[in-house]
C-alpha cells in the first residue's frame, strides 16, 4: 500500500470519526430538548395545580361563631299549637342575631347593630329551623348553637384579607375586626369543614353555595348521554367493522364519522339548540336535553374506540367460529364483541369523562341558569359542574374564587377517576393476540 492511499485511509477514518461525533452529539441534544420539554411540561401542570389547590382548599373550611340562642316561644310559636308549617317560617334569624347582640350589650346604636348582625351569613338560622323541627321540645330554652359567618368574616378569619390594610379599602371595617377578636378570645370562632359544600345548591352568598345540585345534574346528564350514545355508538361500530359491504357510501359515513370527532363542540350545542329546543319544544336547561347534546358529541368517539376493539380481534377467532357452524350473527355476539368489550368499555369512559367536561354546548341550551334546587329527575332545571365553575368564575364576589378553584378539584377528581378506572380496564382485561 502506497503511502498515498494509507493518507486516504486515514483521511476517511478522521472523516467517519467527526461525522458519528456529529450524529452522537445531535442525538445528545434531542435527548436534552426531550427532556427539557417534559420538565417544562410537568413544571406547568404543577404550577397550575398547585395554585388551583392553594386557592381552592379554603373553600373546604367554613368559619363558625357560637350564638347562645334563647327560642322564644313568643316568636317561634305564639299559639302553643306546635303546627310543622308555623315552627317551620318562625323568624329565626331575628332570634340568631338576638343571641349575637346579647354578646355585646355595649352595642346599642341602631346602625351598629346591624353591622354587628351582618357578622352572621343571612342563612345562619337554618340550623335553628332545624333543631326546632327535630325536636320542638327546646322551645323555651336557651341552646348554644354554631353559626355561620358572612362570606367578608370568613374570608378575614382565613387571612385573605390584611387587617393592616387602609379601612377605606377593605371590606371588613375596625369594629367587625374588634368583635370577631373578641369572639376569638373567647373561644367563639372556629374552622370547620364545609359539609354544606358538598351537600346543598348554588346560591347568591359565597358561604351557602354548594356544589350538590351540580354533581346530581351532571350525574343525570351522564345517565341520559350513556344511555343514548353507548347503544347506538356500538351498534354502528358493529355494523360497520362487521357486516356492511365495503363500497364508496360507507367508505362515506367512516369519514363524516372521523370528520364528527373534530367538530366544535358548540356546534352540537348549536344543533340541540335548534332541533330539540326550538324544534321538538324540549324543557331548556334540562338533564334531558343536556344528555342528548352530549350523546350526539360522544358518539363518533365511541364509534371510533369500538372499530378499532373490534379490529384487534384476531381473524381466527371470526374462521373458528363460522367453522363449527356459527352464524354471523353469533359470530359478533358470542366471540367478538365479548372478547372486544374492554376496548369498548375503555372508549365510552374516555369519551363519558370528555362529556363530563363539556361546557359550550350546555351553554347553548341554557343550562347556564341560576339554579338554587337539586334536580330530581331528567327534565328538572339544573345545572352541571362545568358550567358551574363558570358561573362562580364570573362572578364579583371574591368569596368566589375559592369555591370556583375547589369546584375545579372535584371535577378533575372525577375526571382522574375516570380515565384511572378506563386504565385499569385495560390492563386487566385487555389481551394481547
Known sequence: MTDMDMSNASEKQTDFSASLKKRYAAERRFRA?????????????GILLGTISFQGTPAFFQTYVQVDVYFDEAVIDPSGARNEQTLRTANYQALAKRGLYQLFPEVSERREK??????LSSGAYRPLSTMVLDNPEIIGTTQSVWLVTSDDIDTFNKGQIDRNT??????????????????DAAGRIDMRFNTAFFATGDSR??????????????????IVTLSVSFPLGVSAAVYLEEFAPKNRWTDLIEVN????AAVPSIVFGLLGLAVFLSFFGMPRSAPLVGGLVLALMTLPTIII???????????????????????????????????????ILTGTIIGMAQALG???PLLMIGMVAFIVDVPSGVTDPSTVLPVQIYIWADSPERAF?????????????????????????????????
Not at 354548594?210 to 351522564?222: K, P
Not at 381473524?315 to 366471540?335: F, Y
Not at 369555591?403 to 386487566?428: C, E
Open 114 to 119: 346591624r353591622t354587628l348582625g351582618k357578622l
Open 205 to 222: 352568598e359565597p358561604e351557602l353555595a354548594g356544589i350538590w345540585g351540580a354533581v346530581v345534574g351532571s350525574f343525570l346528564t351522564l
Open 166 to 183: 387602609v379601612e377605606a379599602d377593605r371590606r371588613v371595617k375596625d369594629n367587625e375586626i374588634a368583635w370577631v377578636d373578641v369572639l
Open 401 to 433: 374564587v375559592a369555591k370556583t378553584s375547589a369546584a375545579i378539584m372535584v371535577l378533575l377528581g372525577f375526571l382522574i377517576t375516570m380515565n384511572a378506572i378506563a386504565v385499569m380496564l385495560r390492563k386487566r382485561f385487555e389481551r394481547r393476540w
Open 33 to 45: 430538548y426531550g427532556l427539557t420539554a417534559i420538565v417544562i411540561a410537568v413544571s406547568i401542570l
Open 257 to 260: 364519522i372521523n370528520n364528527l
Open 305 to 343: 374506540a369500538t372499530r378499532a376493539a373490534l379490529k384487534a380481534v384476531p381473524p381466527s377467532i371470526r374462521e373458528a367460529a363460522l367453522g363449527v357452524g356459527a352464524s354471523d350473527l353469533q359470530v359478533v355476539t358470542h366471540h367478538v364483541l365479548p372478547l372486544a368489550m374492554p376496548g
Open 358 to 360: 363539556e361546557t359550550a
